[in-house]
RNA sequence: GGAGGGGUGGCAGAGCGGUCGAAUGCGGCGGUCUCGAAAACCGUUUCGGGCCGUUAGGUCCGACGAGGGUUCAAAUCCCUCCCCCUCCGCCA
């Protein structure tokens, strides 16, 4: 949520940054909702400042005192609408882009900062994935429907050797690993801005009232929440390894061959709690360790700068870092890494004490490290005529073998 | 799954219809004392919000696991839910 007492004093600004997501009606109503509360909060309060007593009411006392009761019963059920109403619009109201993030809408206004590497030149015509891995789609359609993926043999031991080289090097870096649950309460789902904008796109265990993570950054973010931490053990880096869980639900049709888009997936992925004055460094740093992981690995990608209207409701800026796909001839993001400043902080109330005392909310960040698209992209690039690919030998000491074996399993 | 106990300030722990945002102890911070420190003593020490104020601050409202109810009035009484602990059973 964004800091209302900040947009309330200045206002035109606020409107100016929301517009560029396209929220400023939903900023004019949230304003609006606010006017409304504020006026009716002093009424209020009087009210209830009469109602105290110490001892017992004579009987004329009694008899003013049951009539404030009544006033104020009516004011509170007016309030309790305006505050409703005041919820609903901090809910969606997203956090303003950063303005170094580009403007427009869509994919196509990202603004291109950078390739590396070369797209090989491979002299036949590439493969994807389902003809150079041991992948089962078929089996994994029969036991869980469309979207999910068996991975076999020597695929299963290459994808996790390159979990296991993610963590390895982040843990180098000062990032502490750990094992999520995938599992969480609506509120650490809700802290985080994926509800309630997400919820179609959520597995959600009714019974329960539990949710499925599409993402070890829910249960990253969510592990300090209503937690006050210190200024001095800032910055928290954690690198999370779990299988992420995604409907998919505005992606019909979408990328349906293989496994490059599904509903269940494995992901290290990287979150950092830090100061305030530093989010904007820490975010060039996530993404110096994006490119650098990949770079390792040898697989030529760019880096994008998505356009303020592309973001989501939480991010001020986000890069994506794409890798070349032969058998698609573009560019399609592996990696993305997001400065999520005070909002989700707002929301799971994250907060730190400064020297001087204050209590203010951190900043957060999130970025991946390596999905299974980045496996994908591995055996695309490094694909042989013979319908085999090699492996960066960077995988070999984490349980990769050298060589990819040919056709499914 | 069964039985019992408990959730109050940074921690421990009282309070069990009004004078309680809350005793007391510990811890923290400031001070006195001291060459310095310890001890002792004095003071201070939760969070959120509204309004007033340029600031310093003032003032009022709310919060005793969460939500609802009873009452003029709830930490205190009633209901629902959540969480933690102990024992038993079950599973790993």
């Known amino acids: 949520m964004i800091d209302i007492r900040a947009a309330r004093a200045d206002p035109d600004a606020w409107r100016a940054a929301l517009a560029r997501k396209g929220a ?4 004019d109503a949230l304003l609006e909702a606010d006017r409304e509360r504020r006026a009716l909060l002093p009424r209020i309060e009087e009210l209830r400042a009469r109602q105290k007593l110490k001892g017992k009411p004579t009987p004329e006392q009694l008899k003013e005192l049951k009539s404030v009761k009544a006033e104020l019963q009516a004011l509170e059920a007016e309030l309790e609408q305006v ?46 994935h389902l003809e150079l891995g041991q992948i089962d789609m078929e089996r994994g359609a029969k036991v869980s429907g469309a979207r999910f993926a068996y991975r076999l043999g020597e695929t299963a031991l290459t994808e996790l050797a390159l979990y296991r080289f993610a ?15 995938v599992l969480v309460l609506e509120k650490a789902m809700y802290g985080t801005g994926f509800l309630p904008t997400d919820e179609v796109n959520l597995y959600r265990i009714e019974r329960d009232e539990l949710y499925l993570t599409g993402t070890s950054e829910v249960a990253l973010a969510a592990m300090h929440m209503e937690e006050k931490l210190a200024a001095d ?22 990328d349906t061959r293989g496994m490059f888009r599904v509903h269940q997936f494995d992901k290290v992925e990287m979150f950092v709690f830090c100061l305030p004055e530093h989010s904007r460094e820490e975010h060039d740093r996530l993404l110096a360790i994006e490119e650098e992981l990949v770079g390792e690995l040898g697989i ?10 592309d973001l989501g409701a939480s991010a001020v800026k986000k890069y994506d870092l794409e890798a070349w796909f032969p058998t698609q001839q ?10 999520t400043t005070d909002y989700q902080a707002r929301r799971l109330d994250v907060r730190f004490r400064r020297e001087d005392g204050g209590l203010e909310p951190v900043h ?34 984490f349980g990769a073998l050298r060589k990819g074996a040919a056709g499914p399993g």
């Open 24 to 27: 400023a009606e939903e900023f």
């Open 167 to 181: 963590l390895d090097r982040l843990v180098g870096k000062g990032f502490t690993p750990v094992l999520p649950p």
């Open 83 to 128: 505050e409703a109403r005041f919820q609903e619009l901090l809910d969606i109201v997203p956090n303003p882009p950063d303005p170094s993030a580009p403007d427009g809408f869509t994919e196509e206004d990202a603004v291109e900062l950078k390739r590396v590497g070369e797209p090989q030149e491979l002299g036949f015509d590439p493969r994807d």
């Open 364 to 397: 957060t960040l999130n970025g991946t490290a390596v999905t299974a698209r980045v496996l994908l992209a591995i055996m695309e690039n490094f694909q042989d005529e013979g319908g085999t690919y090699s492996i960066p030998s960077v995988l070999e000491e």
């Open 330 to 339: 573009r560019y399609r993001e592996i990696t993305s890494t997001s400065n």
């Open 300 to 309: 030529p990608y760019r880096v994008v700068n998505i356009a303020a209207g």
């Open 233 to 254: 053990e800032l910055p928290l880096r954690y690198a999370g390894y779990s299988t992420c869980f995604r409907r998919e639900a505005g992606a019909a049709g979408k």
